[in-house]
T-cell receptor, first 111, second 112 residues
Framework: NAGVTQTPKFQVLKTGQSMTLQCAQD?????MSWYRQDPGMGLRLIHYSVGAGITDQGEVPNGYNVSRSTTEDFPLRLLSAAPSQTSVYFC??????????FGQGTRLTVV | GESVGLHLPTLSVQEGDNSIINCAYSNSASDYFIWYKQESGKGPQFIIDIRSNMDKRQGQRVTVLLNKTVKHLSLQIAATQPGDSAVYFC???????????FGDGTTLTVKP
């Protein structure tokens, strides 16, 4: 199993550009989440999903969209990138009431 | 609202000593707690978990203690090694919740 795979690992965007961060898991986990981690900070939840076709907002959803068309994939879309979205983004998946498995992260810089 | 916080942002210990990392949570409905370790440049990795029907759970060199009365969680690392140097996060959730709430993390530094 590859676990949770995030692409790309690094990305530089200009203000106003849009892009999609990809996340895929091969563990048949129902739950998937996106977090952002700013320097010296913890993980803040952006969006999450409890199954295909179901998504919900987390703590900091503004400026981000998600969809969950399959169990395996949970892409995160930045609609119009802003410097405040410079961060490291982590995708995680898990089964209900168990620990999460995290990807290696996407380091995003918006200039 | 839900919040999970850590008492100390940094902890420095001597190699071979025991380490204790603390965590406070505020959601009394939380019944599942997890500790994660994050090494530099990597995603968090699961260390140990505990459910609210337990007070203590032991793993290899790690023990998690849960005090539901004061909503407090701790991670004890025995015989701390340089490889234990990382940021440690606690997280809390409740049955069938789609999300977990993370604390801000404690940076553990192990001095040789």
């Amino acid at each position: 199993n590859a676990g949770v795979t995030q692409t790309p690992k690094f990305q530089v965007l200009k203000t106003g550009q849009s892009m999609t961060l990809q996340c895929a898991q091969d563990m048949n986990h129902e739950y998937m989440s996106w977090y952002r981690q700013d320097p010296g900070m913890g993980l803040r939840l952006i969006h999450y999903s409890v199954g295909a076709g179901i998504t919900d907002q987390g703590e900091v959803p503004n400026g981000y969209n998600v969809s969950r068309s399959t169990t395996e994939d949970f892409p995160l879309r930045l609609l119009s990138a802003a410097p405040s979205q410079t961060s490291v983004y982590f995708c995680a998946s898990r089964k209900a009431n168990t620990e999460a498995f995290f990807g290696q992260g996407t380091r995003l810089t918006v200039v | 609202g839900e919040s999970v916080g850590l008492h100390l942002p940094t902890l420095s210990v001597q190699e071979g000593d025991n380490s204790i990392i603390n965590c406070a949570y505020s959601n009394s409905a939380s019944d599942y707690f997890i500790w994660y370790k994050q090494e530099s440049g990597k995603g968090p990795q699961f260390i140990i978990d505990i459910r609210s029907n337990m007070d203590k759970r032991q793993g290899q060199r790690v023990t998690v203690l849960l005090n539901k009365t004061v909503k407090h969680l701790s991670l004890q690392i025995a015989a701390t090694q340089p490889g234990d140097s990382a940021v440690y996060f606690c997280a809390e959730s409740y049955t069938n919740a789609g999300k977990s709430t993370f604390g801000d993390g404690t940076t553990l530094t192990v001095k040789p």
